[in-house]
């Protein structure tokens, strides 16, 4: 296909969106994109055999997210109207009838008709979660590189903990086996609250902490409770994905707001609507890892005092803190109470536990643990009971300490081996702490690309720019090192080197 015909399909594009925004104003624009490729498609207008404009291009020409683009595209792939063909591009498949036989004028009048062609059982915000969402990929015997995000399951005292829950199970006190409405087990509560007292410095007592079964449901809890529909809530951009899907599916408005090498810079953005939430990441910036300077964090806590929003900190991996004495959390530093403070058991523990905390301000407690019960009930109290003496007992802390150097060690692995791979050292964001590194890609290699073509190696190594929810994403990767053993980095590391080397060399063609 050449530029000239291209540059007509995205004309043809942009005129369609407007006059479809006209008709169906309420939506998403992933399925309203969608929709008109496919009727384009079924009438003929792209012909069998064209060449789609690039995602990048296309978002940029719309004036849309690429994750938007990337959705339709896969939408149309699933159903067959196009095809991708790997390091080239996407191409519009033979699914139409010649012009003139009867399939044919059928199928012109479906399209005519312009069915709504995405399942109609879903509902509207499902569709914007699963539109606008990136999820890591799945692949099943690989050797866990470089998923980022998962601790080193094979190194979790496994026997030690089964002891204990088992221990739990066999003499429980009744009232776990009920309907318990507390929040959570007061011992894990005040084990918890003595913990992050001392290793966050966060004003925590006992009564103040909720457990949850994970940070999804911490963060739907704090929506419902917190935010009635489509009020404004400002999020990292780039920023965590599961943090989007939630608040999205509780109906609140969304601003991504871009982070710089001191955080959450909102101050870049005057015109921005005072939100009732606003979530960070302060400690390990997710996916980036830069850490929100003392300066911002101050002038952050003002700000939500002033505007009477809640800050929602989620500091999710900074355990594994690789230099100098722990952080404070940006909750020791509130005097005023307007910030939530919500970690989880997942990576210190691991994934499948699906125990995570908040920490809540006075006041706040009893209506969010009420409203708990009401909307999921409450339950695992043994496992719950064995984890705050997991806590009690010390092992906890042995555990992340140990956890913690083989961590650091592997991290030492990854940038060298990828250096060594390459030939020279690529450009590193974060590392101070955490499970992941990201990588910035030299200009001209697509991420997209790119993560496609290791995965299809058996590499997991997800695209930075789908992390972005507004324009202007980063092209880098996401490398996940915690949980792969040292001699699999070094093998995954060889053949992300070659994948990118040979990006390179396509792009300077
Ligand atoms: C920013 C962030 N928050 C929280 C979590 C943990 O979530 P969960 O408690 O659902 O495992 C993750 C996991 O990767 C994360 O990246």
Redesign the pocket.
Known sequence: MVMGEMKVAVEALQAGLVLDLQQNPGMPMNKRLYRLLRQRILLGDLPAGAKLPATRQLADALNIARNTVLFAFEQLQVEGFVETRTGDGTYIATTRMPAGSAAGKAQRKVAERLPDPVAPVLSRRAHDVLGQQFMSPRISGGTGAFMP?VPAIDDFPLLKWQRLVQQMHRLPDRTWLSYPREGGVHELKVALSQHLRLTRALQCRPEQVIITS???QSLDLLARGLTDHGDDVWLEDPG?N?ARSALLAAGSTLHPIPVDDEGLNWEASPTLPAPRLIYI?PSHQ?PMGCVMSLPRRRALLAYARAHDSWILE?D?DSEFRYHGPPLAALQGLDDAGRTIYMG?F?KVMY?GLHL?YIVVPDGLAMPLIRLQARLYREGQYPLQAALAEFLGSGQFASHIRKMRSLYWQRQQVLRHSLADALGEAPMWCGGSAGLHLVTLLPEGIDDVQLSQRLLQRRIIAPALSLHYGGAHARQGLMLGYAGVKEADIETAARILAEEWTAAGTRANV
């Open positions: 995000g994970g940070t999804q965590y599961g990441t997710y989620d999710y989880t997942s994934p995570a």
